[in-house]
């Protein structure tokens, strides 16, 4: 809900372009988590941080906790990168639940 | 290593019918969740397990939820009796060693429509 706020809703990329996502806090987060939700309903881990930065392959993903939000980039963006992408942040003392952004629906054109 | 898995994949169901929804968790971790997503409210925890004992129930899904792990390799979701509202995917997600901060592995979802 309120308490992770993603930014856009939604997203069409011409494929080979570049771009990005964020994902704001209202919350201390201590770590976040990068989803993508494929057509098929599948959640896919993307990413996994503490404040920093890492890269897998096209992705990029940048934590920042002292200004609470985070960043996925997408570069030389591919169809099979369209779907729902969500953040999230643990909260609640030492509980492993999650909060949710809304998600940004990202689709790839060719 | 096998992920989380759900069983089953796609349920429909008549008013009024309990159903009962299946997950396994990655060997070795320590918390469960089970979640409900659906377009209008995103996704939204419905229980919280840690080594087994049930951490949250999910204020608002008390009444007809019950989830429920009976050992460290299994928990199940039942709803009942069902009703049309519930047609959603529900998610199970494990995470390793608890607390704050650990990576959570969801599985495939169960679709459930409820007629």
């Known amino acids: 809900g309120d308490k992770v706020k993603q930014s856009p809703s939604a997203l069409s990329l011409q494929e080979g372009t570049n771009s990005a996502l964020r994902c704001n806090f209202s919350i201390a987060a201590t770590t976040v988590q990068w989803f993508l939700q494929n057509p098929r309903g599948s959640l896919i881990n993307l990413f996994y941080?503490?404040?920093g930065t890492k890269e897998n392959g096209r992705l990029k993903s940048t934590f920042n906790s002292k200004e609470s939000y985070s960043t996925l980039h997408i570069r030389d963006a591919q169809l099979e990168d369209s779907g729902t992408y969500f953040c999230?942040?643990?909260?609640?003392?030492?509980?492993?639940?999650?909060?949710f952004g809304e998600g940004t629906q990202v689709t790839v054109i060719s | 290593d096998a992920g989380v898995t759900q069983t089953p994949r796609h349920e429909v169901a008549e008013k009024g019918q309990t159903i009962i929804l299946k997950c396994e968790p990655v060997s070795g971790h320590n918390d469960l969740f089970w979640y409900r997503q659906t377009k209008i409210q995103g996704l939204e925890l419905l229980s919280y397990f840690r080594s087994k004992s049930l951490m949250e129930d999910g204020g608002a899904f008390k009444d007809r939820f019950k989830a429920e792990m009976l050992n460290s390799s299994f928990s199940t979701l039942k709803i009942q009796p069902t009703e049309p509202k519930d047609s959603a995917v529900y998610l199970c997600?494990?995470?390793?060693?608890?607390?704050?901060?650990?990576?959570?592995?969801f599985g495939p979802g169960t679709r459930l429509t409820v007629l």
């Open positions: 941080l503490v404040p």
């Open positions: 997600a494990s995470s390793p060693l608890g607390g704050r901060g650990y990576e959570q592995y």
């Open positions: 999230a942040a643990p909260y609640g003392g030492l509980s492993g639940k999650l909060t």
